[in-house]
């Protein structure tokens, strides 16, 4: 009986109100929700107490806003709990159909409304693009690594990227044509792309026609005619 009575008092104390959660601490994140994203964890903590933070259900709750990108909790005693937000970073606009310009992040995670100046790369969607919190297609996902994959100067120079008929296409700002083959291999195209523009000079990339990268080992450039080869003074 002792015995009973004194894991029911330690059970008591692990679970009851003496250990309940009386503060959540966010750190990482200062968006204009902050407030609302606060009482969002304050209400998922309670379900637990500091000794057995929720932290799946606190994870859940962060990461249903557009802005979270991780969450990590962690005990904060006597009774607070700690919650760091890792925040997400635009790197692309999405336009589509009926929709404003939206920003999203590198998991395609659809952010927010973009700005008019925001200075980065886009993507052209054929249907409209998902509301903030949403997720873009496969396809789309795909043109967001490429963009990624690249250096930012060069990423912000791209337009239209989007898949059109299995095949990742877009166009160089005043430039050529982009042919990427297949959404895949993205780190490697985003790799080759930025070396192949450092090798050409100003007056070749006015003249290409289109810049294929399909097989990134091979890159190829439409439209500039071949150099002669170079006399050798051995041959007659």
Sequence with gaps: MVVAIALLGAWFLVTGPLLAVDSVAVSGYDRPDRAELEAALAVAAASGTAIRPPAAEIREAAEAFPWVESVRVSRDLPRGVSVRITAAEPVAIVRSPDRPPLLVDDRGRVLERAASASGL???????????????????????????????????????????????????????????????????????????LLDHLSADEEAQATYIDLSVPERPAVGGIPLAPPADDDGLE
């Design 121 to 195: 790369p886009s993507i052209r969607l054929v249907k409209p693009a998902p509301e903030p919190g949403g997720q873009l297609t496969r396809g789309a996902t795909a043109a967001i690594g490429f963009l990624s994959a690249t250096r930012p100067e060069l990423a912000a120079r791209v337009r239209g990227l989007g898949v059109r008929g299995g095949q990742l296409q877009g166009t160089l700002a005043d430039g050529p044509k982009l042919r990427l083959g297949a959404p895949d291999r993205l780190v490697a195209k985003g790799a080759a792309f930025a070396a």
